[in-house]
């Protein structure tokens, strides 16, 4: 999945990974910037400081059919249901 597609989910989804990130966000004194940066910081450590200031979409996969979508603390992310 690349910045800026459309992501459509339903109960029928069927993802493929186990995290996504997409925007910006500081994790403690470290700026990530992408998935590949969320990415290269996820390899780096399994502890991640809390992640409200940014602009950004996380998606973690909890188990085989449940997904956590979270996005920035201020609700800057646009997500619509």
């Known amino acids: 999945m690349k910045h800026k597609e459309i992501l459509y989910l ?19 004194i470290d700026l990530v910037i ?3 940066g969320f990415q290269q910081l ?4 399994n502890t991640r400081d809390k992640y409200e ?14 997904y956590q979508l979270s996005r920035d603390y201020h ?6 249901y």
């Not at 029928?12 to 186990?18: N, V, Y």
């Open 42 to 45: 996820s390899e780096k450590t």
């Open 10 to 28: 339903s109960s029928e989804s069927k993802l493929d990974f186990k995290s996504f990130f997409d925007g910006y966000a500081f994790f403690g």
């Open 75 to 80: 609700g800057y992310y646009p997500i619509f």
């Open 34 to 36: 992408g998935n590949q």
């Open 53 to 66: 200031d940014g602009n950004y979409l996380l998606i973690e996969r909890q188990d085989n059919d449940s």
